[in-house]
C-alpha cells in the first residue's frame, strides 16, 4: 500500500505543493469575492471584505490618471486590469488597482467621461508641478 503513494520517488512532495496551490487559489477566489466596486456620477466606492467589511470612495474629481493594462490572454477575452491614481487619501499608499475588468477600455473611458463631468461641476482643475533642476 504505502508503495502506491510512493509517486515514483518523489514522496507525497507533489501532493503538498498541489494542495498548497488549491489553497492560494481558493484565497484569492474569496478576496475577489469579497470586493466591488461601484461608480456613481460623484464617487468610484470599493467595498472590501466578507467578515469584516470596509467602505471606502474616491471622489471622481479627484482621480488623475486611469491607466489600463492587458495580458496577451487577456487582451483576446476583452479583461483588463485598470490602476486609477489620485490625490484621495484613499490611494496616498499606492494606486488602486481593479483587476480582472470585463470590457475594461469601454469601462475605461465611462469612468473617464465620469471623471471629467465631475471636474467641471466643482470647477476644478488640476495644475501638475515638476521640479526641474536648472
Known amino acids: 500500500m504505502a508503495a502506491a503513494l510512493d509517486l515514483g520517488g518523489l514522496g507525497l512532495y507533489p501532493l503538498a505543493l498541489a494542495g498548497i496551490a488549491v489553497v492560494i487559489v481558493l484565497v484569492k477566489w474569496v478576496q475577489n469575492l469579497g470586493a466591488t466596486y461601484e461608480i456613481t456620477a460623484e464617487r468610484l466606492l470599493i467595498r472590501r471584505g466578507i467578515i469584516m467589511k470596509s467602505i471606502d470612495e474616491i471622489e471622481l474629481y479627484r482621480i488623475k490618471d486611469v491607466r489600463i ?24 499608499a499606492g ?4 483587476p480582472h475588468i470585463d470590457k475594461a477600455q469601454e469601462r475605461r473611458e465611462v469612468l473617464r467621461r465620469l471623471v471629467d463631468t465631475a471636474r467641471q461641476q466643482r470647477r476644478v482643475r488640476e495644475i501638475d508641478m515638476v521640479h526641474e533642476d536648472i
Open 95 to 98: 494606486d488602486l488597482v481593479i
Open 69 to 92: 493594462d492587458f495580458s496577451l490572454i487577456n487582451q483576446m477575452v476583452g479583461l483588463g486590469t485598470l490602476t486609477i491614481s489620485s490625490s484621495d487619501e484613499t490611494t496616498r
